[in-house]
């Protein structure tokens, strides 16, 4: 097999909806330099006020240039500043005809219960938005295609994202597909080296940096397996070892709420995502082997007789 490594972004990539503009820049802007992110965080927090502007308007307003000002559209997803603007000027129409969060997702020690559980309420129901706004459904199909394909499909990920990793391997299983998940970096890489075309391996990993997860795909590509990287950062090191790149969002962080939590709610949903699409494409032989998982477990759900 040979691998086709890509950039994510394309000539023959849509611009993403209006609606998706703050959740590519959540999950871009770390990556950015930072006068790119100034320009970014300008258009996201006053998309109505920047859409009034020129690109030399805007490259004053950040203390850029033009040409930062093009390259940050680009990034974004726009051929240009023009599509970019008219993307603003439909995300500040929303903004006008919604209502603003009652509440935010920031936590103090002191908060009372209630509020903890609104707030994380609006941040998990933010997440799942930016996630679904952002996530790239032609890179998504291409996954589903190559794992209801698979002789065989490896998954990795530590910590909060072995969690995940197993919750998609236990859910391939049911439907009679051959999935592992490993979370040991040993295993997985020994696991990984008996891999080839054919075969399939995915890395769950929020950074995109986890060396851990990194080597076992980085092996998995080099033996011929279709990879798959589920991860909040793109551009991270773990994009050069995966054919398709399914991005989650990259919710804020605080010291009550680190990324282990924001992450796993995006990851959930991709993981989701990719059973659904496998089992719509496998349903023929996926619809038996979910009935026969339940029969197989249902006395234990059943209340004991005497």
Same mark, same amino acid.
Do not use: W
């Given at each position: 097999?040979?691998? +086709?490594?890509?950039?994510?972004?394309?000539?023959?990539?849509?611009?993403? $909806?209006? *609606? #998706? !503009? %703050?959740?590519?820049? =959540?999950?871009?802007?770390?990556?950015?330099?930072?006068?790119?992110?100034?320009?970014?965080?300008?258009?996201?927090?006053?998309?109505?006020?920047?859409?009034?502007?020129?690109?030399?308007?805007?490259?004053?307003?950040?203390?850029?240039?033009?040409?930062?000002?093009?390259?940050?559209?680009?990034?974004?997803?726009?051929?240009?500043?023009?599509?970019?603007?008219?993307?603003?000027?439909?995300?500040?129409?929303?903004?006008?005809?919604?209502?603003?969060?009652?509440?935010?997702?920031?936590?103090?020690?002191?908060?009372?219960?209630?509020?903890?559980?609104?707030?994380?309420?609006?941040?998990?129901?933010?997440?799942?938005? +930016?996630?679904?706004?952002?996530?790239?459904?032609?890179?998504?199909?291409? $996954?589903? *295609? #190559? !794992? %209801?394909?698979?002789? =065989?499909?490896?998954?990795?990920?530590?910590?909060?994202?072995?969690?995940?990793?197993?919750?998609?391997?236990?859910?391939?299983?049911?439907?009679?597909?051959?999935?592992?998940?490993?979370?040991?970096?040993?295993?997985?890489?020994?696991?990984?080296?008996?891999?080839?075309?054919?075969?399939?391996?995915?890395?769950?990993?929020?950074?995109?940096?986890?060396?851990?997860?990194?080597?076992?795909?980085?092996?998995?590509?080099?033996?011929?397996?279709?990879?798959?990287?589920?991860?909040?950062?793109?551009?991270?090191?773990?994009?050069?070892?995966?054919?398709?790149?399914?991005?989650?969002?990259?919710?804020?962080?605080?010291?009550?709420?680190?990324?282990?939590?924001?992450?796993?709610?995006?990851?959930?949903?991709?993981?989701?995502?990719?059973?659904?699409?496998?089992?719509?494409?496998?349903?023929?032989?996926?619809?038996?082997?979910?009935?026969?998982?339940?029969?197989?477990?249902?006395?234990?759900?059943?209340?004991?007789?005497?």
């Amino acid at each position: 097999m040979t691998h +086709d490594v890509k950039g994510i972004f394309t000539g023959d990539t849509a611009p993403p $909806a209006p *609606a #998706a !503009l %703050a959740a590519k820049v =959540r999950t871009l802007a770390p990556s950015m330099t930072r006068s790119m992110q100034r320009v970014a965080e300008a258009v996201a927090g006053d998309p109505a006020g920047c859409a009034a502007l020129t690109v030399t308007g805007l490259a004053e307003l950040t203390g850029t240039s033009e040409a930062t000002v093009v390259r940050t559209a680009r990034l974004l997803g726009y051929p240009g500043y023009r599509d970019l603007r008219l993307a603003l000027a439909g995300l500040a129409a929303q903004q006008q005809s919604g209502r603003a969060p009652a509440v935010t997702a920031d936590i103090a020690v002191d908060d009372p219960i209630a509020d903890v559980v609104a707030k994380l309420a609006y941040d998990e129901q933010q997440t799942l938005a +930016d996630t679904a706004a952002a996530l790239d459904t032609v890179q998504l199909g291409a $996954a589903v *295609a #190559a !794992l %209801a394909q698979a002789r =065989r499909i490896d998954v990795y990920g530590v910590g909060a994202s072995s969690l995940v990793g197993q919750d998609l391997a236990q859910k391939l299983l049911r439907i009679g597909l051959i999935a592992h998940a490993h979370t040991d970096p040993h295993l997985a890489v020994t696991n990984a080296v008996q891999l080839r075309s054919g075969d399939a391996a995915v890395a769950i990993t929020h950074s995109g940096a986890t060396g851990d997860v990194i080597e076992p795909l980085r092996v998995a590509f080099d033996r011929g397996a279709t990879t798959i990287a589920v991860t909040g950062r793109p551009d991270g090191p773990v994009s050069q070892y995966a054919d398709h790149i399914l991005t989650t969002s990259t919710a804020r962080e605080s010291e009550l709420r680190p990324a282990a939590m924001s992450s796993r709610t995006s990851q959930l949903l991709v993981v989701d995502c990719l059973f659904i699409g496998v089992a719509q494409r496998t349903y023929e032989t996926a619809a038996p082997a979910l009935a026969a998982s339940y029969e197989a477990l249902a006395h234990r759900h059943s209340p004991r007789t005497r």
